[in-house]
């Protein structure tokens, strides 16, 4: 059986299908801002803010600023090691 081109011309279902909401994600996000905003780990304990994701999504839960500073550490080591490796890769 052969699709006729209006087939072709339809929307997929998956475009009307919101993404799950992933926590971690959001947390991982919040902490790449906080570095790249150079703000203080303790600035993810804001109240204010806790309080306008919880808003716009009650299923948000901001981790604490421990689990921020272990992340940004985790991410500055696989950084640091990709870039050594593209350093010893160089044709220098």
């Given at each position: 059986m052969s699709a006729s081109k209006?087939?072709?011309k339809q929307t997929g279902l998956t475009v009307?299908?919101?993404?799950?909401f992933?926590?971690?994600?959001?947390?991982?996000?919040?902490?790449m801002w906080q570095i790249?905003?150079?703000?203080p780990w303790s600035q993810i304990e804001d109240p204010f803010?806790?309080?306008?994701?919880?808003?716009s999504n009650p299923k948000a839960v901001l981790y604490g600023?421990?689990?921020?500073a272990d992340e940004a550490k985790k991410l500055y080591s696989v950084?640091?090691?990709?870039?050594?490796?593209e350093l010893n890769n160089l044709d220098t």
């Open positions: 209006s087939d072709e009307f299908l919101k993404p799950t992933v926590n971690c994600v959001l947390n991982q996000l919040l902490m790249r905003q150079a703000l803010l806790r309080t306008a994701f919880q808003f600023r421990q689990w921020s950084l640091k090691s990709h870039v050594f490796d």
